[in-house]
Each structure stands twice: as structure tokens, then as C-alpha cells.
């Protein structure tokens, strides 16, 4: 499942540091996501989709 966190992010002018703080997930983790080698959570995945105020549809797209 591809995702669009590094896009929203950056319109955010949010860091993975602080993307992972606001989560309380460490930057790796972020990362990862990011760049498709873990999936998160359900949870971690609205969590997500909050701090960058939008929905997990917006955030994640079928491949």
C-alpha cells in the first residue's frame, strides 16, 4: 500500500521528529511508513491522518 505521509508532511511543514512526537512513535518508524516498509497501525494510522488533518483514505492508496 503506497502512502502520501512525505507529501502531506511537507505541506505541513511538519518533520518526521515531530510527526513521530505528536504519534509517540520514534522518527524511524515515521520513516519507515514513509517509505513503505512497515505498515502502521490502525491507530497509528489515524493518529497519523489527524496530526496532518486528514482522513487514513487520503493518507494511504492501493498500488
Keep these: 500500500m503506497k502512502n502520501h505521509i512525505k507529501k502531506l508532511r511537507g505541506t505541513a511543514k511538519i518533520s518526521q521528529e515531530e510527526l ?3 504519534c509517540k512513535v520514534s522518527r524511524q518508524t515515521i520513516n519507515a511508513i514513509e517509505n513503505d516498509k512497515y505498515d502502521p497501525t490502525l491507530q ?3 493518529n497519523i491522518a489527524n496530526v496532518l488533518d486528514t482522513t487514513v483514505d487520503e493518507l494511504f492508496v492501493n498500488k
Design 44 to 46: 497509528l494510522a489515524f
Design 20 to 22: 513521530a512526537k505528536r
